[in-house]
């Protein structure tokens, strides 16, 4: 073949492999998609979380180099067999999975992983690094993982601690079955002059010509109200505080007993509720609690007597100061029912 022909030839073979990897370059990497999601939105410490991505190669052309590094939060523990951090690192290491993918194809996979301790999680970042035609020059797109991860308070392990709050658990939900319930009125009875004047019936007492009062049937609807004060104090016992409302709210479901949580912080109040949606953003907003004071805890302690009816109160806070103590006694007394106090200063022992 004659030596033109032969440059002719060599010019075109390189400019089509330019062109190739031109596009290789700019449009190959494009083609590669990337979704990931967790198996759940609320979690607790050491509790294992998975998350499950999924790679697709929309193109015509094949990828023999996919590669997909995960920087994941340095508060998150990866649970993978054989996976080991290297400990005093400045730097934190990539958890990374090698592939291939043929035109149309879908690489699934998962990574277990579990949190260090409470809080919000945006779980971290991907590295996804695709080769080009030749294999000359890697291409390289990073974004933040587009999901978050909410860890709520570990429960109390020490469960003899909670000796009052079990006994006093007992007694809300024995009080459930004996108090009356002012919209039930089963029929009516003569005025004895111990019932109070405003359950006196007008109604039947102009029709009878004597005094007669609404003979009431028994509720079970007795509600808890769990009061939470979130004073600054060291980092031990305000944790210790937000695992004791996490385990009470527990114990609270175990024993359907509506509950409400008020808070002179971050924990903000919620309506008087049972079930697992009343539930999980009551865990959710524990998590998210930076334990950030808002009022004074006397406040929700006086609100609280003014407007007490028959309910069981449950009081958290870091120490029992004498203060605290004077309000527990004023809504003691206006709500005619025994307040139960759990206190987190044990952690501070233990710290």
Request: with cysteine.
């Amino acid at each position: 073949m004659p030596w033109p022909y032969i440059a002719y030839a060599l010019l075109c073979v390189t400019l089509t492999l330019g062109i190739v990897e031109y596009r290789s370059l700019k449009r190959w990497n494009q083609r590669v998609s990337f979704r990931c999601q967790l198996d759940m939105r609320l979690s607790e410490p050491g509790e294992t979380v998975t998350l499950r991505y999924r790679i697709c190669n929309t193109g015509f052309w094949p990828m023999s180099s996919v590669s997909l590094s995960f920087l994941f939060d340095k508060e998150l523990e990866i649970l993978e067999e054989g996976w080991q951090e290297t400990e005093g690192k400045a730097v934190r290491d990539l958890f990374t999975v090698n592939s291939c993918l043929l035109p149309h194809r879908v690489l699934q996979g998962k990574v277990r992983l579990a949190c260090r301790e409470r809080g919000l999680y945006t779980v971290g970042r991907v590295y996804l690094e695709t080769g080009d035609f030749l294999g000359l020059r890697p291409v390289v797109r990073s974004f933040d993982l587009p999901v978050s991860l909410v860890c709520t308070a570990a429960p109390v392990q020490d469960v003899p601690r909670l000796e009052p709050l079990g006994g006093f658990l007992g007694d809300v939900s024995v009080r459930r079955f004996i108090l009356e319930d002012p919209s039930l009125v089963l029929g009516y009875r003569e005025y004895s002059g111990r019932e109070p004047i405003k359950a006196i019936s007008w109604t039947q007492t102009a029709k009878t010509g004597r005094l007669m009062v609404k003979n009431h049937d028994f509720t079970v609807d007795v509600d808890v109200a769990v009061l939470v004060d979130l004073e600054a104090c060291s980092k031990p016992v305000a944790e210790r505080c937000l695992s004791l409302v996490r385990t009470v709210c527990d114990e609270l479901e175990g024993l359907r007993i509506p509950y409400t949580v008020h808070s002179n912080g971050d924990l903000y109040s919620t309506q008087k509720g049972v079930g697992k949606t009343h539930n999980f953003e009551i865990q959710r907003r524990i998590g998210l609690s930076r334990f950030m004071r808002r009022l004074g805890f006397s406040h929700i302690l006086d609100r609280s007597a003014a407007d007490a009816h028959r309910r069981g109160y449950i009081v958290v806070v870091p120490a029992l100061t004498q203060e605290i103590a004077a309000g527990v006694r004023r809504l003691q007394a206006a709500s005619g029912t025994r307040v139960c106090v759990l206190t987190g200063e044990e952690a501070a022992a233990n710290a």
